[in-house]
């Protein structure tokens, strides 16, 4: 079992990143190490620079999300915990598999699409190639699991694609170079809507503070959030079905069942009933109870310069030690020779 993920350094992080993808690391990081396998977890640095940033904010949070990571239990003496831009590998596979990625296929992306809008001819010939480099991230440990959410299985299966045709045109069947991954979408994956608009991803990029949790809110602020959070007048109803065309509803009890480590079924099993005058308040005692101590650990470790690039510096030497034999068996696998 070899776990690889990556996640783009944002900044901001809020409850939408920890639900949705932080957790999740920690419970496969642990499962990795009972299983004797590998985990890593890296901040997609290099992606950042596929759309427009501002080099001045981009170490600042790739060392935010660090501290997040860790605040919320990535463990570095069990995960190896990295930046890619300190692991020259990534860039130097990519290029590698630029060779075997189709045009069409990633004419086919749907974020690409989405990014790119109207104005392809006017995008980075790095975001568009976003997803080779992504395909180089996993491709380069052998991962077999690769958590991520929903919207990523896409740029899963083109690594898939990569991996499949480099194997077929430059290695033997006895001995692939790369193995396919397979992306590891987890049931009860939260996706964790803004509290303004139940429409809408929990974004840092939401003008409205009040639209997300972030997690170094103090707990005040939480329940306050929770309390001014958009909901209708209607109780909670007992069963999910219920919830169908209530999406403010629906996101607050999926928040809540992700917190509790519980099914939104057993949510309203409990609550059902509730108006939200009495669930709010319930909501807003569970989230400081988890969050708290997150906050704390965070407040604690995001200044420590120091611990934090000890912690990329360990992780990166790591990463680079465990990527070597990959890349040079896909040097030799396509006639490159290196000294
Ligand atoms: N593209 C992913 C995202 O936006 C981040 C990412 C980069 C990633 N490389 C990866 C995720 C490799 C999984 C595996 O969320």
Known sequence: MIVVSGIQPTGKPHLGNYL???KNYVKLQDEAVANNGKCLIFLADLHAISMPHNPAELHAATLEMVATLVACGLDPSKTVLFNQAQVPAHAELQWLLMGTARMGWLNRMTQWKDKAGK???????????????????????????????????????????????????????????????????????????????????????????????????????????????????????????????????????????????????????????????????????????????????FVELKDDREQLDAILARGAAQAREQGTPTLDAAYKALGLVRG
């Open 119 to 297: 104005n392809r001819e006017g995008q980075s010939a790095a975001l568009f190639s976003y997803p080779v480099l992504q395909a180089a991230d996993v491709l380069l440990y052998q991962a077999t699991h690769v958590p991520v959410g929903d919207d990523q299985k896409q740029h899963l299966e083109l690594a898939r694609d990569i991996a499949q045709k480099f194997n077929n045109d430059f290695a033997s069947e006895e001995d692939p170079v790369f193995t396919l991954p397979d992306p590891f979408i987890p049931e009860t994956a939260a996706r964790i809507m803004s509290l303004r608009d139940g429409s809408k991803k929990m974004s840092k990029s939401d003008p409205s503070d009040m639209s997300r949790i972030s997690l170094t809110d103090d707990a005040d602020t939480m329940a306050q959030k929770v309390k001014k959070a958009k909901t209708d007048p209607e109780p909670l109803p007992s069963e999910v079905a219920g919830l169908a065309e209530r999406p403010e509803a629906l996101n607050l009890v999926s928040i809540y069942a992700a917190l509790a480590e519980t099914t939104a079924e057993q949510v309203l099993a409990d609550h059902g009933g509730a108006g939200f005058g009495q669930f709010k308040p319930a909501l807003a005692e569970l989230m400081v109870s988890v969050l708290s101590p997150i906050r704390d650990r």
């Open 20 to 22: 949705g993808a932080i």
